[in-house]
């Protein structure tokens, strides 16, 4: 067994989310060095908390409707292209696209992703939450915005399907 | 500190409930949402509905981290619980208060304290309120020292029970010894724990509870007392106030002992203060305390003329207790029927399903809180009340009079409910006299075998 890069990364989250700065990790002759660097003091999770751009309660009930209308689960609407998967929130929390503030994000349009590859991750009180692509293809358009609050259901991203 | 956005981490009548007196005060409302609740009335009352997980409460309504990022997602200053789900855990309160968020009920403390039996009946003590006598024994000999104090008929209870395994009832002082023994030896292959106590049985109790407001600082109101004594399988079906045929010496002493029990633990926000009333002796002892607004809320409402939501955000933003026990007045009498979707014909089996026509009552007096309208779904996750229906009036007789009236003229299609219950348990003569102990529901269905068919020719 070794470490992929895509493990490597799940690692990271687990330090991000936790009161650790610095981990060792020696396996099957393979060596792994974490340690959180040129981080401000406040730490790198409160620091996305405070990035968290929170969206102010619609006024009326009427605005609600079309966000829960488009939160219906991956039933795409007619006229959608049937080779578009959308990758739903699988819990509600702060979706981060990145790692840490000013990190390459995990994926782009354009990126080419695996059933397990992590896509965003989504903090619930300060706990990462890896979400998964869950389908092989190419990432089509990224729907929901880095450091917003998503419901439980809320698409995310949509990606074409291969293979 | 001001409040001026709530998020209701509750559903159904009582998230509708909390919006409306958010409405009347310039509140805006954040509503927590499972998907099973997305199109449900309180969803498209709030001024904004957020999707916190699946239908089954363990995914959605009863995470308290979900919930408090929702809060804190959404920027609302409070979280209302509501009842059931979260209200009377500890951890959502701490949370809270760690967060920042003011939690709208009691402290954590407050919550673990009265949570825990020993401990609430020790602040009981504590607060010179009378809990039902009795006391651990670790022997015959000790067993019957006790049993001269609490007096017989007695049950022996196991210490680490439950499910009546290890529980003897006595019902004379030379039956005592054996039922000792056979209760601890019982308890011990049941539970592992052979230690027992004695507690006084009450043969004919009624449930009633007082409604307190306190400020969190040791003040302390009360608005009166609640009967809750239709019930079945400790499910309450019938609530009233005030309670019919109580001493006023009793009833007084039952309103003294609430304040006592609350001031002693300082308690915060609205809460309910629950005692069984023994109706031979004449007395009444502490069961325990509810740290939360109560399902039967609205029956003090009406007839104390006070908003008790509102109240409740008035206390969490510090505001304290806005009037004294003096200006409390209680007009007129108050009786609720829970209207459920069971179906009483079929030992009151839940119904869910989608609701098609649906018209409740309206008329002097008469109060309905309810989130189910024409298409509304009654989903099979959560409790099954439907609605609530109250009558006011200025005397019990009439007050009963116009909810029997509102009961029959109540329709629903789609899904069954307890409304044929209602219906005969107002009419029973025992109900109409008022003052029943909590067997009473047992009686009445076992005197009316077919509740379809008595309501029908009602």
């Known amino acids: 067994m070794s470490l992929t890069a895509a493990d490597v990364v799940e690692i990271m989250q687990l330090i991000e989310g936790s009161s650790f700065d610095e981990l060792s990790l020696e396996l099957n002759g393979m060596k792994l060095n974490l340690r959180r660097g040129s981080v401000p003091a406040d730490g790198s999770s409160s620091q996305h908390s405070g990035a968290v751009a929170t969206p102010a309660a619609a006024p009326t009930p009427a605005a609600i409707s079309p966000q829960v209308a488009a939160t219906n689960g991956t039933k795409a609407s007619p006229g959608v292209d049937p080779s578009l998967h959308e990758v739903t929130a699988p819990l509600l929390g702060t979706f981060y696209l990145a790692p840490k503030p000013g990190a390459p994000p995990f994926v782009e349009p354009g990126s080419l992703v695996e059933p397990d590859t992590v896509i965003g991750i989504i903090e619930v009180m300060k706990l990462m939450n890896s979400v998964r692509a869950g389908v092989r293809g190419k990432v089509a358009e990224i729907v929901a915005g880095d450091g917003t609050l998503v419901e439980f259901g809320e698409t995310l991203m949509r990606v074409t399907k291969s293979g | 500190m001001a409040i001026g956005r709530i998020f209701i981490a509750n559903r159904g009548e009582i998230a509708v409930r909390i919006i409306r007196t958010c409405r009347a005060l310039g509140i805006e409302t954040v ?36 919930i408090v990022a929702a809060a804190r997602g959404t920027n609302c200053d409070a979280i209302h619980p509501g009842y059931g789900f979260l209200s009377e855990r500890a951890a959502l309160a701490k949370m809270c208060e760690e967060e920042g968020i003011t939690f709208i009920g009691p402290t954590a403390a407050q919550i673990e304290t009265v949570g825990d039996k ?40 196991a210490v680490g029970g439950g499910g009546g395994r290890g529980m003897k009832r006595v019902d004379h002082f030379h039956d005592l010894p054996a039922s000792f023994e056979l209760a601890s030896a019982e308890a011990g292959a049941a539970f592992g724990d052979a230690r027992v106590y004695l507690e006084r049985f009450v043969a004919s109790g009624r449930h009633v509870e007082v409604q307190v407001l306190g400020d969190g600082r040791g003040g302390v109101i009360h608005l009166g007392e609640r009967d809750c004594s239709s019930q079945r399988r400790y499910q309450k079906l019938v609530e009233e106030t005030p309670a019919p045929g109580l001493s006023e010496t009793l009833r007084h002493d039952l309103h003294a002992a609430a304040v006592r029990f609350s001031e002693q633990i300082a308690y915060r926000g609205a809460g309910t203060v629950e005692f069984l009333v023994d109706r031979e002796r004449e ?9 939360r607004i109560q399902v039967e809320h609205p029956v003090t409402e009406l007839v104390t003329g006070l908003d008790l939501i509102a109240e409740q955000i ?57 989130h189910i309208v024409a298409g509304s779904r009654v989903p099979p996750f959560y409790d099954s009340l439907m609605a609530k229906i109250i009558a006011h009036g200025p005397d019990r007789a009439t007050a009963l009079q116009r909810l029997r009236n509102a009961i029959s003229s109540t329709r629903v299609v789609g899904v069954a409910t ?36 008595r309501t029908r020719h009602d």
Not at chain 2, 131 to 145: C, Q, T, Y
Not at chain 2, 283 to 291: R, V
Request: net charge negative; proline share 8%; charged share 20%.
């Open chain 2, 283 to 291: 007395t009444f002892y502490f069961l325990e305390m509810n740290a």
């Open chain 2, 418 to 453: 307890n409304l044929p219950f209602h219906a005969v348990a107002l009419a029973d003569p025992e109900f109409q006299a008022g003052g029943m102990d909590t067997g009473f529901v047992a009686r009445l269905l076992e005197r009316t075998p077919d509740m379809t068919e």
């Open chain 2, 31 to 66: 509503l927590a949402a499972s998907t099973a609740d997305r199109d449900s009335l309180p969803a498209q009352l709030a001024d904004r509905a957020i999707c916190i997980g699946p239908p089954r409460p363990s995914e959605s309504y009863l995470r308290v981290e979900t």
């Open chain 2, 118 to 157: 020993l401990r609430a009946r020790s602040a009981a003590q504590a607060a010179k309120v009378p809990v039902v006598p009795g006391g651990a024994v670790s022997s015959v000999d000790a067993a019957i020292e006790l049993a001269r104090d609490i007096g017989v008929p007695l049950l022996v209870k």
């Open chain 2, 314 to 370: 008035a206390i969490a933003s510090g505001a304290g207790l806005r009037l004294e026990q003096s200006a409390v007045r209680r007009h007129g009498c108050a009786i609720e029927c829970r209207i459920n979707a069971e179906d009483p014909a079929n030992d009151f089996l839940p119904s869910p399903g989608m609701v098609r026509e649906v018209s409740w009552p309206m008329g002097e007096g008469i109060r309905v809180d309810t």
